[in-house]
């Protein structure tokens, strides 16, 4: 699945972002969610789709197996599109999973 094959367009995503009083304004990011494409397990998106919903173990670099992100993973995306003669993308964002406070 590609972004134009989606349910709702990028227009209507950003209507329904702002009908909610959020401003946007020139550079704002808006995340459209798991975008995966349609030619099997590599194309997929997200651990949960790589995982089959847990259901399958994913081999990681280290050796190790898993089925879901856990506490201390450090999560990057990266993303782009290339062209002929150009890429446009919006480099690396990264994150570390932190525990839940509220169940410590």
């Not at 699945?1 to 209507?15: E, F, P, T």
Request: with cysteine; aromatic share 6%.
């Amino acid at each position: 699945m590609c972004i134009r094959d989606r349910y709702y367009s990028m227009a209507q995503q950003l209507c329904h972002h702002s009908l909610t009083g959020c401003n946007m304004r020139p550079g704002d990011l808006l995340g459209t969610g798991t975008i995966s494409g349609d030619s099997g397990p590599e194309s997929f998106g997200s651990m949960l789709e790589i995982s089959w919903k847990g259901t399958r173990t994913v081999a990681m670099p280290d050796g190790s197996e898993r089925k879901f992100i856990k506490n201390g993973d450090n999560v990057v995306m990266r993303g782009a599109c290339h062209g002929d003669g150009y890429t446009i993308g919006f480099g690396e964002c990264s994150g570390l999973v932190l525990p839940n406070p509220l169940e410590q």
